[in-house]
């Protein structure tokens, strides 16, 4: 297929997309945003593999600056994985995270720019600037990253599973346990499973009004 015809068929799956769904249900708005809540506890039923694909499979059409993808993501799911990985927790986090299903960590690349003709071949010489410069690099990765993460959650929560992202551990503990040969660096956590509802123990928290926080100028 040509160039241009690939960009008119782009457009088109766009147009088409668009004319099937104006917006999100409630039942869906419910089921991501409004109703959904950070778990802490777990039901005793496990992810499967095709669960933790489907979640990427969403996960990595969020939009990232030049397509950079800088996420990477490790799924501790197996008893030998959690032995490595419980230990560098926050003692409040430790039993939690070893009872669920399986744990996300939610890593970035500072070398991510290595790919940069692969994921952007519009300008694949923009990467050659952060070449040179490593703490831009590992900057502009984790703040992909971290926007990447946002979406990872609103993922696990599209297919039917509760999320409950945290930080309380050790990062230097982390990367040394699971990222000493490749040099990626953890952002943040992300527990996986049904979530229980014993581990819930209050209402929602406040939640700041528009005329709080925002202003239209």
């Not at 039993?95 to 071949?121: G, M, N, Q, R, S």
């Not at 990062?171 to 956590?189: P, T």
Request: hydrophobic letters at 40%; a negative charge; proline letters at 5%.
């Amino acid at each position: 297929m040509s160039e241009d015809a690939a960009l008119a068929a782009a457009r088109q799956r766009i147009a088409d997309y668009r004319q099937r769904i104006d917006s999100l249900d409630q039942d869906a708005r419910d089921l991501l945003f409004s109703e959904a809540r950070n778990h802490n506890w777990w039901q005793d039923r496990k992810v499967s593999d095709d669960q933790l694909r489907e979640i990427y499979d969403l996960f990595k059409f969020a939009p990232t600056s030049q397509n950079t993808q800088t996420a990477r993501i490790v799924f501790v799911r197996s008893p030998e994985a959690k032995a490595r990985l419980v230990p560098t927790l926050n003692e409040p986090n430790r039993e939690k995270t070893d009872l669920a299903p399986a744990t996300a960590i939610i890593a970035h690349d500072p070398k991510f720019y290595e790919d940069f003709a692969k994921v952007y071949p519009i300008r694949p010489e923009a990467g050659q600037r952060f070449v040179d410069n490593p703490d831009m690099a590992d900057d502009f990765a984790f703040h992909m990253a971290s926007m990447q993460g946002a979406y990872f959650i609103l993922a696990v929560r599209a297919v039917g599973l509760d999320a409950g992202a945290m930080l309380g551990f050790d990062k230097a503990k982390v990367n040394d346990e699971f990222f000493s040969d490749s040099g990626l660096k953890v952002n943040f956590l992300c527990n996986i499973g049904y979530g229980d509802l014993e581990g819930i123990k209050g209402p929602r928290l406040y939640r700041y009004d528009f005329d709080e926080v925002c202003e239209i100028i």
